[in-house]
């Protein structure tokens, strides 16, 4: 059986990808699209990241949507990405940089199930080690750094939201709502837009991990009623 440590590795999504035309994590667009068609104009420069073999950036094209940039840091997919969709833009960047990609030049950034990719290694999620949080962190403040000042960015997940909450909220500068969908498992749907601030009161029911780990920041205030709703988690999930 193949280990889910690979996911880390470039080694391991270059190999598949030479064979593997696509693959779908999580969901496929149908299942999603009506919590961010809302939100998306035509002329909205979207930006793609761990985009991989996924039909999302094709499907966004197809509805109308024809700036699409896809990021991997997959050569391989990067350069069959070009051969098969060359109506839409292709760059090897690592996503923790987006290193060729201009500050304030993106409308939109989306991912889905890469952010994941990047925890693998992690042993529990109450406790994420600095590598993780590093990683994350990376990831969030190159996609701040691209987005224009009221930008959006759009996370599809199935991190549940008391452990990706924190992460969002501990880097300043946007909002951030949650939605869920799925039939049997139940995935999330993030959107942070730049120049917002978070609604703790909202998101107070999420955050009261951010006392508990690692995830200890001195920039967020807690609202007051995050204890309670701690005391509602059934930690046997876990
Ligand atoms: C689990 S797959 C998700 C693919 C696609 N987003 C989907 O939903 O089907 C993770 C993707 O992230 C890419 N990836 C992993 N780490 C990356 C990194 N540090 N920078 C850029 N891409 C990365 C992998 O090459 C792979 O395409």
Same mark, same amino acid.
């Given at each position: 059986?193949?280990?889910?440590?690979?996911?880390?590795?470039?080694?391991?999504?270059?190999?598949?990808?030479?064979?593997?035309?696509?693959?779908?994590?999580?969901?496929?667009?149908?299942?999603?699209?009506?919590?961010?068609?809302?939100?998306?104009?035509?002329?909205?420069?979207?930006?793609?990241?761990?985009?991989?073999?996924?039909?999302?950036?094709?499907?966004?094209?197809?509805?109308? %949507?024809?700036?699409?940039?896809?990021?991997?840091?997959?050569?391989?997919?990067?350069?069959?990405?070009?051969?098969?969709?060359?109506?839409?833009?292709?760059?090897?960047?690592?996503?923790?940089?987006?290193?060729?990609?201009?500050?304030?030049?993106?409308?939109?950034?989306?991912?889905?199930?890469?952010?994941?990719?990047?925890?693998?290694?992690?042993?529990?999620?109450?406790?994420?080690?600095?590598?993780?949080?590093?990683?994350?962190?990376?990831?969030?403040?190159?996609?701040?750094?691209?987005?224009?000042?009221?930008?959006?960015?759009?996370?599809?997940?199935?991190?549940?939201?008391?452990?990706?909450?924190?992460?969002?909220?501990?880097?300043?500068?946007?909002?951030?709502?949650?939605?869920?969908?799925?039939?049997? %498992?139940?995935?999330?749907?993030?959107?942070?837009?730049?120049?917002?601030?978070?609604?703790?009161?909202?998101?107070?029911?999420?955050?009261?991990?951010?006392?508990?780990?690692?995830?200890?920041?001195?920039?967020?205030?807690?609202?007051?009623?995050?204890?309670?709703?701690?005391?509602?988690?059934?930690?046997?999930?876990?």
């Amino acid at each position: 059986m193949e280990s889910k440590l690979q996911y880390k590795e470039n080694s391991y999504w270059n190999k598949r990808f030479a064979s593997e035309a696509h693959f779908e994590w999580l969901a496929d667009w149908k299942k999603f699209q009506r919590l961010i068609l809302p939100r998306l104009s035509k002329s909205d420069r979207i930006l793609h990241i761990g985009c991989g073999n996924s039909r999302l950036s094709h499907e966004l094209f197809e509805a109308g %949507f024809t700036d699409v940039t896809n990021v991997d840091f997959s050569e391989i997919l990067i350069e069959n990405g070009k051969q098969r969709y060359p109506e839409m833009k292709w760059v090897c960047n690592d996503m923790r940089t987006l290193h060729s990609i201009p500050s304030g030049s993106m409308d939109v950034v989306v991912e889905k199930a890469s952010i994941e990719s990047l925890l693998v290694a992690e042993r529990s999620q109450w406790d994420p080690s600095d590598q993780a949080i590093s990683d994350v962190d990376a990831i969030l403040r190159s996609v701040q750094r691209v987005l224009k000042h009221d930008g959006i960015f759009i996370s599809i997940s199935f991190t549940q939201p008391h452990f990706r909450i924190p992460a969002i909220i501990r880097n300043p500068g946007w909002s951030c709502t949650v939605e869920t969908f799925g039939d049997y %498992f139940h995935y999330y749907c993030y959107v942070m837009k730049m120049g917002e601030s978070p609604d703790l009161n909202e998101l107070g029911k999420y955050s009261s991990i951010l006392q508990n780990n690692n995830y200890v920041t001195s920039s967020v205030t807690l609202p007051e009623d995050s204890e309670d709703w701690l005391q509602g988690i059934d930690f046997e999930e876990f």
